[in-house]
């Protein structure tokens, strides 16, 4: 009872009620995109709007979880160190003050991520590490995969 209690009241006060554990990540791209590792500090300026091209004139589109999904809450967790509600205000300052062009686009599923990975030059997201669809590029960060037990998106 008293969890449940605690629970609700940390919903209310905008604090993400994250799982005991949060899911691995997995970093999945376009094929076409330059790239095989990025640092966790490269993949933070990826997904911060910081680095907004891969090379030239290959511009990164981010594709981010729905909110409230387990993926988005490992990924605010782990990549944006942020809440939700600072996700969202972090976005729309930056938007707001023209530092990028559109922020990123919510995507429903792992299967959607994919799919748009795939048709989308320069696209990048992040997936559940037990649900990689097949076909796509997956990254990996820190020169370790999703599969190993120092992957830093675990």
Same mark, same amino acid.
């Given at each position: 009872?008293?969890?449940?209690?605690?629970?609700?009241?940390?919903?209310?006060?905008?604090?993400?009620?994250?799982?005991?554990?949060?899911?691995?990540?997995?970093?999945?791209?376009?094929?076409?995109?330059? /790239?095989?590792?990025?640092?966790?500090?490269?993949?933070?300026?990826?997904?911060?709007?910081?680095?907004?091209?891969?090379?030239?004139?290959?511009?990164?589109?981010?594709?981010?979880?729905?909110?409230?999904?387990?993926?988005?809450?490992?990924?605010?967790?782990?990549?944006?160190?942020?809440?939700?509600?600072?996700?969202?205000?972090?976005?729309?300052?930056?938007?707001?003050?023209?530092?990028?062009?559109?922020?990123?686009?919510?995507?429903?599923?792992?299967?959607?991520?994919?799919?748009?990975?795939?048709? /989308?030059?320069?696209?990048?997201?992040?997936?559940?590490?037990?649900?990689?669809?097949?076909?796509?590029?997956?990254?990996? /960060?820190?020169?370790?995969?999703?599969?190993?037990?120092?992957?830093?998106?675990?």
């Amino acid at each position: 009872m008293l969890n449940l209690f605690l629970a609700a009241a940390l919903q209310a006060a905008s604090v993400p009620v994250l799982p005991a554990e949060p899911p691995p990540l997995a970093v999945i791209a376009n094929a076409g995109i330059p /790239i095989d590792t990025l640092t966790l500090a490269e993949l933070r300026k990826v997904f911060l709007g910081d680095r907004q091209f891969w090379t030239g004139d290959l511009r990164v589109t981010l594709l981010v979880p729905r909110p409230g999904s387990p993926e988005r809450e490992a990924l605010l967790l782990r990549v944006y160190e942020k809440s939700e509600a600072q996700y969202r205000h972090y976005w729309i300052a930056k938007v707001f003050r023209t530092e990028v062009t559109t922020a990123p686009k919510v995507v429903s599923s792992d299967r959607m991520a994919a799919d748009l990975v795939r048709q /989308i030059d320069g696209a990048v997201a992040v997936v559940s590490a037990a649900n990689v669809p097949p076909g796509v590029k997956v990254l990996k /960060i820190n020169d370790r995969a999703a599969d190993d037990p120092d992957y830093p998106l675990r």
